[in-house]
Antibody, heavy 117, light 110 residues
Framework: QVQLQESGPGLVKPSETLSLTCAVS?????????WSWVRQSPGKGLEWIGE???????HYNPSLKSRVTMSMDKSKNEFSLRLTSVTVADTAVYYC??????????WGQGTLVIVSS | QSALTQPASVSGSPGQSITISCTGT?????????VSWYQQHPGSAPKLIIF???NRPSGVSDRFSGSKSGNTASLTISGLQAEDEADYYC??????????FGTGTRVTVL
């Protein structure tokens, strides 16, 4: 049973950096799957942030690309998201997820990040 | 990249069938058979219900079916049940190696 669990600060100040980690169990992030981050602003739709592969290859949403970095810690079997220069518009529930082919098959429960001073 | 276009809301009575459309471009929906559909109940994470246009993951009811024609994909829910009341999102792989979600559709069971 693949499980993902997001963690990180629930409150971030404007202009600072949002950092989240996704702990994976039941699978290895070094296996042949891509790993993604998706967010959902309150009352809004889903927005794909980006994905990465264990080789270090990644793809980011063009609208966020200049502020996003994804990384992996294979020793801890977890991957991370960094989003710089946040604004109130980055307030959202952030989900981590595992691909199976072109679909997001496994999702974390999500973590709410509020950007506020 | 622009979000795929879905109707904001669709409603139906129990037992009826409803269809949700998802319109993109030739660079996403029309260019790849990589359309997925997700169901999201309030306060919960999205759940995959259709992948690769028309395939169902194990455990998903066969009342859910998907199709595609040109740049528009569709999700049909047949035999509508109260538990189907949720938000539904389509998603597609794109020509720039990214993914794009639809705007989302709220399904109401009357």
């Amino acid at each position: 049973q693949v499980q993902l669990q997001e963690s990180g600060p629930g409150l971030v100040k404007p202009s600072e950096t949002l950092s989240l980690t996704c702990a994976v169990s039941g699978d290895s992030i070094s296996n042949n799957n891509w790993w993604s981050w998706v967010r959902q602003s309150p009352g809004k739709g889903l927005e794909w942030i980006g994905e990465m592969y264990h080789s270090g290859m990644n793809h980011y949403n063009p609208s966020l690309k200049s502020r996003v970095t994804m990384s992996m810690d294979k020793s801890k079997n977890e991957f991370s998201l960094r989003l710089t220069s946040v604004t109130v518009a980055d307030t959202a529930v952030y989900y981590c997820a595992r691909h199976s082919g072109y679909r997001l098959l496994y999702w974390g429960q999500g973590t709410l990040v509020i950007v506020s001073s | 990249q622009s979000a795929l276009t879905q109707p904001a809301s669709v409603s139906g009575s129990p037992g009826q069938s409803i269809t949700i459309s998802c319109t993109g471009t030739g660079s996403d929906v029309g260019g790849y058979n990589s359309v997925s559909w997700y169901q999201q109940h309030p306060g919960s994470a999205p759940k995959l219900i259709i992948f690769d246009v028309s395939n169902r993951p194990s455990g998903v009811s066969d009342r859910f079916s998907g199709s595609k024609s040109g740049n528009t994909a569709s999700l049909t829910i047949s035999g509508l049940q109260a538990e189907d009341e949720a938000d539904y999102y389509c998603s597609s792989y794109t020509s720039t190696f990214t993914y794009v979600f639809g705007t989302g559709t709220r399904v109401t069971v009357l």
